[in-house]
């Protein structure tokens, strides 16, 4: 290697990973952003044929900002108020599993005090939750701001970027425009068919929840939701026990009323809507689901629910790309 290549590789090495350092503090929100440039660019190739590029894009980052990002930061703040609260009143003795320790008691003949292991473990969780949560809700204020920032320019400049990105790629245009349309068609599969019903499956259990009277109903809603992108458990190991708690209880008709609605409206909602909304998109295999969604949320974050599926199901496109590509350099 000439001693200028080797320069010019160093150089580009050592920016990259300045490059990845600058962006992994908000990876989360750049990812945010590009969800956001799937969903609305269909809206953006009507409107700019209309209003021009620069205009449609800023009308879209105010939609954007008053219909999905406020509310989103509003249900990530109001269950980031709901877990503390819960662990608040864990810690304080205001929950606790006495009915539970009963029955065990009752049919094992043993005493066990799970509230007092429980209270534990919330104090515990709680020190630091207090502790970071100046410093998350500023992130946070941050993080928006970028991702409506990055929003914009997206959808503006998405066609220079593309042709940019064709230039420098070491594949032919056709091979490239297969590869960018497969990956396009698993994030819609992936965004729609599983996430949307996710949402649906999540919102409606919640209902249940807050029907039946089960406090901090805003946080078991959103693990309900993530819960729901899991296929057969799903967010039955959330309304499952809330209805053997509230049976536990005493409060049969409430029990019941919510094990019904679990198990006929959301188990519907799943088995009616997800065949629809997947056929029309995509099949992914549901081990793809599983392992990207627990892997993405481990290695990325919460946006690792939309893009974990998405990488594994990049790999296989990738795959086969270059299989292809190969292939008729083989034959040529």
Do not use: C
Request: glycine share 8%; aromatic share 10%.
């Amino acid at each position: 290697m000439r001693p200028s290549k080797s320069v010019f590789l160093f150089t580009f090495i050592v920016l990259l990973a300045l490059t990845v350092a600058h962006v992994l503090p908000f990876l989360n929100f750049f990812l945010l952003a590009v969800l956001l440039t799937v969903l609305f660019l269909p809206v953006q190739k009507r409107l700019e044929d209309r209003m021009g590029a620069g205009k449609s894009a800023m009308a879209i980052v105010l939609v954007s900002s008053v219909t999905v990002v406020l509310p989103f930061v509003y249900v990530v703040r109001q269950t980031a108020s709901d877990a503390i609260g819960l662990l608040r009143d864990i810690s304080e003795g205001n929950v606790t599993l006495a009915p539970l320790e009963e029955r065990i008691q009752d049919l094992a003949g043993r005493n066990v005090d799970l509230t007092s292991s429980l209270q534990s473990a919330a104090s515990d969780v709680q020190v630091d939750s207090v502790v970071n949560v100046v410093g998350a809700i500023t992130h946070t204020s941050i993080g928006v701001g970028l991702t409506l920032f990055l929003l914009f320019y997206f959808l503006k400049d998405r066609e220079e970027f593309f042709e940019w990105l064709r230039a420098r790629m070491p594949l032919p245009d056709d091979t490239q425009s297969e590869y960018y349309d497969e990956l396009d068609r698993i994030l819609k599969a992936v965004l729609f068919g599983h996430v949307l019903v996710a949402l649906v499956q999540g919102l409606l259990a919640g209902l249940g929840l807050i029907v039946v009277g089960i406090p901090n109903a805003t946080f078991w809603t959103a693990v309900m939701t993530v819960l729901s992108l899991l296929p057969i458990v799903g967010s039955f190991l959330v309304w499952g026990p809330a209805a053997v708690y509230l049976f536990l209880n005493g409060q049969l008709t409430l029990a019941v009323g919510l094990f019904a609605w679990g198990a006929i409206v959301v188990g519907f909602s799943d088995d009616y809507l997800r065949p629809i909304v997947v056929d029309r998109y995509a099949k992914i295999n549901p081990s793809v689901i599983i392992i990207g969604v627990l892997g993405g949320i481990y290695v990325i974050g919460f946006m690792g629910i939309f893009y974990g599926p998405v990488v594994i199901g990049m790999l296989k496109v990738t795959v086969d790309a270059f299989a292809d590509e190969f292939a008729v350099e083989e034959v040529d």
